[in-house]
């Protein structure tokens, strides 16, 4: 049997062969993965992160970079331009400009108060009110009412005239008190600070510092109003003068009856109803003017002393008034010249009123006459 010859360094070249294939996969292997794990940055991934603007609403806001999708948002934070439109100054809201809302709730103070808001501060200025309303409760006295608020007893009675038996109060009537030591005047028609000044004893100045007056223009008041006249007094009349044995002799005939109904008499004037009489009629009768005049007053509080009420001038010195009424005559205010007979209200109960009624007043240069001996 013939033997193969066997071919020389066949064995360790076909040994050799496949370890050399190897070491080509494992290199090129090594490369792929080499590449994967560290693949080269281009000199164009080096550029600020890119934004997508499409998902923002800042209004004008500077951008250049192209849009992109979101995914391809970097995690790093960049500062970013905020350009404030343009708009007109007057359209500019300031940090200090309130609403109405809000301006009404800081003008919530005490009753009868408010306070000054200062367009270019946020600083109030506080004002002090004219007057509280006060009901008389059991065990009051005036002289215990004016301790219990820090005033006299003159602050008391001097602002609430009305008052019949300044000794005797009653609970349930209603009193004006006022925050400060001083008189509430009612602005007649024509009324200057001047006479009013000089009425009570004081410094015209005073009137108009006091913040609650709200006066911006001293030389024009506003009739039908109330204002506050600080340190107020009133003067005592001229001795010889006694409004209970009045000088004026009866003149029937010169005035009207004022209510267009008779009515009843429920108080005289004497001394413990010294102020005039008054007439016991329903709500909403006719109140007629008793003689011809210009109003000087139309106006009042509903809570306290007359109510609404009216005040005539009539010339030489006479005046009437007409209190506890429930509405004015159309058109009737400060200025209105009347006629005789006029219709200038309805009766109502208005004011420190125990019922339906009308009060009347005459006066003869500021002291109280007996209507009766006016009236026919």
Known sequence: ??????????????????????????????????????????????????????????????????????????????????????????????????????LAERALTVENSSVDIDGS?????????????????????LSSIADDFGLSLDDIVWNNHFLEHPDRVVPGVKLI?????????????????????????VDMQDIIDFSANDITNPNQLKADEFIFVPGARILPPPPSINPWDSPVQPRYGGWYWPTGIQGRLTSYFDRWHPLGIDIGLPSGNEILASRAGVVTFAGGNPWVSYGYYVKIDHGDGWESLYAHLSDFAVGLRSGTYVYQGQVIGLSGNTGNSTGPHLHFETRLWGIPQDPLLQLR
Do not use: C, W
């Open 1 to 102: 049997m013939r033997r193969r010859a066997a071919h020389p360094g066949t064995p360790n070249g076909l040994t050799k062969r496949p370890l050399a294939h190897a070491g080509i996969f494992v290199a090129i292997f090594l490369a792929v993965l080499s590449f994967g794990l560290f693949p080269v940055q281009s000199s164009s991934a080096m550029v600020e992160p890119r934004l997508d603007v499409s998902q923002l609403a800042l209004p004008g806001l500077v951008f250049s970079t192209p849009r992109v999708a979101s995914t391809e948002l970097e995690a790093f934070p960049q500062p970013i331009t905020v350009v404030a439109p343009e708009v007109a100054s007057a359209v500019l809201i300031g940090a200090n400009d309130l609403t109405d809302i809000e």
């Open 177 to 201: 008190v006022p925050y400060v030591s001083g008189i509430v005047h009612a602005v007649e028609f024509n009324e200057t600070l001047i006479e009013i000044a000089e009425q009570y004893d």
């Open 121 to 141: 501060s946020s600083v109030e200025k506080p004002r002090i009110a004219m007057y509280r309303n006060y009901e008389i409760q059991e065990g009051d006295t």
